[in-house]
C-alpha cells in the first residue's frame, strides 16, 4: 500500500520531507501541495519532479479523495485548520510542531480526533527517533544512572531571522525540549520559570536572546536549558541527565576528527537540517509503516502537542511575568492512555 500524502507549506522542512518520501523512505508519495505562496508550490513541484496536483488552499487539498494524508508544514500559526480540516475529512495527519500555536486549538484537535474515534494525527517531534536520545531514555529506564535528580540543556542556533521573536524562543525552539524531556523521564511539569540573561549585541531590537528556562517536574527533577538563537558558532543540541548514581549526556553530533597546525578538532554542525536527519526519516517511515500495519500512527500524539502547548503558554507568561508560573494540565482522556510507547 502507497500512502499518497498531501502538502500543505512547501517552505524549508516542507520541502525537506518532500524530498525525504520521494527519494529515501518507502510506501509514501505526494500527490498534492499547497502553499500561500503559489509560486513556492510550484516550485517544489519542479524542484522534485512530482506527479502532484497543485491546490490553491488547503480546504481543497484535503477535498481530493486521492489524499490518504496530510502533511502539515506551514508555519505554526496555519497548523490548527489544516488539521481540524483534514480530521474532519477522515485523513490522517502529520504535523510539523507546535500542533497549534494555542493549548485550546491543540485541545480542539484532541476533541475533534476523538470525535473521530481513532488516531489519525502524528506531530513532528523528531527527537523522539534520535538514537541519542533513544540511548537516553535506555540509561534512564534501565536505572543505570538512578533515579534522575536535575537535567541541563542547551538549544543553540547560530542565527535567525528578524521575524523570529522572543515567544518563538519557546513556542518554536524550546518545544523540542519541552516535548522530548517529560518522555524521556515520564515526568510531568509542574511549573515553569524564564529569566533574560544578558542580552546579545547580535539579536534583533525586538529579541530577547538568549533565555533561561527552568521546568520543574512532579516528581521534582529541575531541568534547566538554555535557548541562545543567535550563538553564531553552530547549532548545538545539549543535554546531561544527572542520576542518583552516575551522569548521562546525549552523544555529539559525530564529524571526523582532525589534527592540524597544532590543533586536534571536530567540526559543529550549522545547520537544523542536519542534526536530526536520520531522526526525521525515522519517524516519517514509522508514520507510513504504523499506518500499514495497524492503521494509526504511533508516534507522538494530539495530547504530546497539548503537553507542549500548555507548557509552553506557561513559559511565555513567565517571560512577561519573571515569575515562576504553574503547568495546568487536563486529566489525560483514556482514548489516550492506552497508546503504545512512541519510540522505544
Ligand atoms: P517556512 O517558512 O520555510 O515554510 C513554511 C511554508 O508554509 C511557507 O512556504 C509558507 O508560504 C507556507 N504556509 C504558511 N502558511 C500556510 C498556509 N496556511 N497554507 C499553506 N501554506 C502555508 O517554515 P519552515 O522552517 O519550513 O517551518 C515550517 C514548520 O515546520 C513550522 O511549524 C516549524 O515549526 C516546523 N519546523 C520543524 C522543524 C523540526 O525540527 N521538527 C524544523 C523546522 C521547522
Ligand atoms: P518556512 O517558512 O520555510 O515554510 C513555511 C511555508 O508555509 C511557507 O512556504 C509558507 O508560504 C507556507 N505557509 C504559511 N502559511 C500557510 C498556509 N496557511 N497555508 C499554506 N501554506 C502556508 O518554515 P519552515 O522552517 O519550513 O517551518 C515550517 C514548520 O515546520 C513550522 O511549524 C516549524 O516549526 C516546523 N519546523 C520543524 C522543524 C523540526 O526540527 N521538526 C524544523 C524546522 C521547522
Ligand atoms: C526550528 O523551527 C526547529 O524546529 C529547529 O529544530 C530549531 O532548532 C529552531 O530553533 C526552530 O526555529
Given at each position: 500500500m502507497t500512502l499518497k500524502f498531501g502538502v500543505i507549506g512547501t517552505g524549508a522542512i516542507g520541502r525537506e520531507h518532500i524530498k525525504r518520501i520521494t527519494n529515501n523512505l518507502s510506501g509514501g508519495k505526494i500527490v498534492a501541495?499547497?502553499?500561500?505562496?503559489?509560486?513556492?508550490?510550484?516550485?517544489?513541484?519542479?524542484?522534485?519532479?512530482?506527479?502532484?496536483?497543485?491546490?490553491?488552499?488547503?480546504?481543497?487539498?484535503?477535498?481530493?479523495?486521492?489524499?490518504?494524508?496530510?502533511?502539515?508544514?506551514?508555519?505554526?500559526?496555519?497548523?490548527?485548520?489544516?488539521?481540524?480540516?483534514?480530521?474532519?475529512?477522515?485523513?490522517?495527519?502529520?504535523?510539523?510542531?507546535?500542533?497549534?500555536?494555542?493549548?485550546e486549538g491543540c485541545m480542539r484537535i484532541v476533541e475533534a480526533e476523538m470525535k473521530h474515534g481513532k488516531r489519525l494525527v502524528q506531530v513532528g517531534f523528531m527527537r523522539r527517533y534520535d538514537s541519542g536520545y533513544v540511548q537516553l531514555k535506555e540509561a534512564i529506564d534501565s536505572n543505570y544512572i538512578g533515579e534522575p535528580l536535575m537535567i541541563r540543556c542547551v538549544h543553540r542556533n547560530p542565527e535567525v531571522g528578524d521575524n523570529y521573536t522572543t515567544?518563538?524562543?519557546?513556542?518554536?525552539?524550546?518545544?523540542?525540549e519541552i516535548d522530548v524531556l517529560h518522555w524521556l523521564i515520564n515526568d510531568d511539569y509542574k511549573s515553569v520559570q524564564v529569566a533574560f540573561p544578558k542580552k546579545t549585541q547580535r539579536a534583533a531590537a525586538h529579541l530577547q536572546d538568549p533565555q533561561l528556562i527552568t521546568l520543574e517536574t512532579n516528581s521534582g527533577i529541575i531541568i534547566t536549558a538554555e535557548v541562545f538563537v543567535n550563538c553564531k558558532y553552530g547549532y548545538d543540541i545539549q543535554c546531561e541527565v544527572i542520576g542518583e548514581d552516575g551522569v548521562a549526556y546525549l552523544p555529539e553530533f559525530s564529524g571526523i576528527a582532525t589534527r592540524?597546525?597544532?590543533?586536534?578538532?571536530?567540526?559543529?554542525?550549522?545547520?537544523?537540517?542536519?542534526?536530526?536527519?536520520?531522526?526525521?526519516?525515522?519517524?516519517?517511515?514509522?508514520?507510513?509503516?504504523?499506518?500499514?500495519?495497524?492503521?494509526?500512527?504511533?508516534?507522538?500524539t494530539s495530547w504530546d502537542g497539548y503537553i507542549a502547548a500548555v507548557t509552553a503558554d506557561a513559559c511565555v507568561k513567565s517571560q512577561q511575568t519573571?515569575?515562576?508560573e504553574p503547568v495546568a494540565l487536563a486529566e489525560k482522556p483514556a482514548f489516550y492512555k492506552n497508546e503504545k510507547e512512541a519510540v522505544k
Amino acid at each position: 500500500m502507497t500512502l499518497k500524502f498531501g502538502v500543505i507549506g512547501t517552505g524549508a522542512i516542507g520541502r525537506e520531507h518532500i524530498k525525504r518520501i520521494t527519494n529515501n523512505l518507502s510506501g509514501g508519495k505526494i500527490v498534492a501541495v499547497t502553499d500561500v505562496n503559489q509560486e513556492s508550490a510550484k516550485s517544489a513541484v519542479e524542484e522534485y519532479g512530482l506527479d502532484a496536483v497543485i491546490y490553491p488552499d488547503d480546504k481543497t487539498l484535503v477535498a481530493d479523495a486521492n489524499v490518504d494524508a496530510v502533511l502539515v508544514t506551514s508555519w505554526g500559526p496555519a497548523h490548527e485548520q489544516s488539521v481540524l480540516a483534514a480530521i474532519e475529512a477522515g485523513k490522517y495527519v502529520f504535523c510539523e510542531k507546535p500542533l497549534s500555536t494555542t493549548a485550546e486549538g491543540c485541545m480542539r484537535i484532541v476533541e475533534a480526533e476523538m470525535k473521530h474515534g481513532k488516531r489519525l494525527v502524528q506531530v513532528g517531534f523528531m527527537r523522539r527517533y534520535d538514537s541519542g536520545y533513544v540511548q537516553l531514555k535506555e540509561a534512564i529506564d534501565s536505572n543505570y544512572i538512578g533515579e534522575p535528580l536535575m537535567i541541563r540543556c542547551v538549544h543553540r542556533n547560530p542565527e535567525v531571522g528578524d521575524n523570529y521573536t522572543t515567544d518563538m524562543a519557546i513556542n518554536d525552539t524550546l518545544i523540542h525540549e519541552i516535548d522530548v524531556l517529560h518522555w524521556l523521564i515520564n515526568d510531568d511539569y509542574k511549573s515553569v520559570q524564564v529569566a533574560f540573561p544578558k542580552k546579545t549585541q547580535r539579536a534583533a531590537a525586538h529579541l530577547q536572546d538568549p533565555q533561561l528556562i527552568t521546568l520543574e517536574t512532579n516528581s521534582g527533577i529541575i531541568i534547566t536549558a538554555e535557548v541562545f538563537v543567535n550563538c553564531k558558532y553552530g547549532y548545538d543540541i545539549q543535554c546531561e541527565v544527572i542520576g542518583e548514581d552516575g551522569v548521562a549526556y546525549l552523544p555529539e553530533f559525530s564529524g571526523i576528527a582532525t589534527r592540524k597546525a597544532a590543533q586536534f578538532g571536530t567540526s559543529i554542525l550549522m545547520d537544523w537540517k542536519q542534526r536530526f536527519i536520520d531522526a526525521y526519516d525515522k519517524e516519517l517511515q514509522d508514520f507510513m509503516d504504523s499506518i500499514k500495519n495497524t492503521g494509526e500512527p504511533n508516534g507522538p500524539t494530539s495530547w504530546d502537542g497539548y503537553i507542549a502547548a500548555v507548557t509552553a503558554d506557561a513559559c511565555v507568561k513567565s517571560q512577561q511575568t519573571g515569575e515562576k508560573e504553574p503547568v495546568a494540565l487536563a486529566e489525560k482522556p483514556a482514548f489516550y492512555k492506552n497508546e503504545k510507547e512512541a519510540v522505544k
